[in-house]
């Protein structure tokens, strides 16, 4: 009876994995009620609205119904709001002449270019206007076009987990985090930064989505630099500063934030 439980509890879980991961992002599941108390809500105020003075009146046809934005508290992804924060923080703490962005999120790419002038590298490149601080680059972060020990600031933020996947069209590759720590420990200048953020926590691969490294591993793979400072959005969305690496090795999906220095005898 026991085994069946178990059986049976696995088949659920498997079934929940199924619904949450595979079928709700392309066939997102309707809360009716939800649905109901949003259009009601936007019915009524709609009829409200019409009652009032008029500098424009509200045609059928430019419609266009948000009803689930009536919210308590506005949400935002932790892991992107912090991780921004504290890069600004560290580059703005060593001012680099020039500094290269490999891949991050680019609103913050475009809001450090006002500061500091910027290269920023993506396999899908964007394109700007009127940004004088910041030049495009199409590249490979596993053959990036720079000579080695070359770059005195780096960020990579939320990528590298990402590298081999074929998540973004890029080949497969079953080591490409590694690799790609070992490309950008070759551009980087001796006594150069490299800001780093990763998922931590109990090491594993959700695929396509990302890899999941633990603390000690990007560590021990970038061997020819020195961890100045670490800190870590945890698995329940707090930002902490200074912290030891060592106690989140068994985390979900947490974020380190590192800073790593290259040792300046590195030739």
């Not at 879980?13 to 991961?21: L, N, Q, V």
């Not at 500094?99 to 913050?108: A, Y």
């Not at 030049?135 to 990528?159: E, K």
């Not at 590192?258 to 590195?266: I, L």
Request: aromatic fraction near 16%; include cysteine; charge should be positive.
């Amino acid at each position: 009876m026991s085994m069946l439980k178990k059986s049976f509890r696995k088949l659920l879980r498997t079934f929940k994995h199924f619904i949450r991961f595979w079928v709700s992002p392309v066939l997102p599941i309707i809360n009716f009620s939800q649905v109901w108390k949003g259009y009601k809500k936007y019915i009524t105020d709609w009829n409200n609205y019409s009652k009032l003075i008029k500098p424009y009146s509200i045609e059928f046809e430019d419609s266009l119904p948000k009803i689930f934005d009536s919210t308590y508290q506005s949400t935002f992804d932790s892991h992107y709001f912090y991780q921004a924060i504290w890069a600004f923080e560290n580059i703005k703490y060593s001012s680099p002449t020039l500094h290269l962005d490999i891949g991050s999120d680019i609103k913050f790419v475009g809001l450090l270019s006002t500061i500091y002038p910027v290269i920023f590298l993506d396999y899908r490149p964007i394109k700007t206007s009127n940004t004088p601080g910041l030049r495009n680059l199409c590249g490979d972060i596993l053959a990036l076009p720079f000579a080695n020990n070359s770059i005195s600031s780096i960020t990579c933020l939320h990528v590298i987990e990402h590298i081999g996947l074929g998540r973004y069209g890029e080949p497969l590759k079953n080591d490409g985090s590694i690799r790609a720590f070992h490309e950008i420990s070759r551009i980087v200048k001796p006594g150069g930064f490299f800001y780093l953020s990763i998922p931590i926590g109990r090491e594993r691969l959700q695929y396509n989505a990302h890899r999941i490294l633990a603390p000690e591993t990007v560590i021990n793979v970038l061997d020819e630099f020195k961890l100045i400072e670490f800190s870590v959005i945890t698995d329940t969305q707090e930002y902490r500063k200074g912290e030891m690496y060592q106690n989140y090795q068994n985390s979900s999906y947490a974020c380190g934030l590192f800073v790593f220095q290259k040792d300046s005898r590195t030739v």
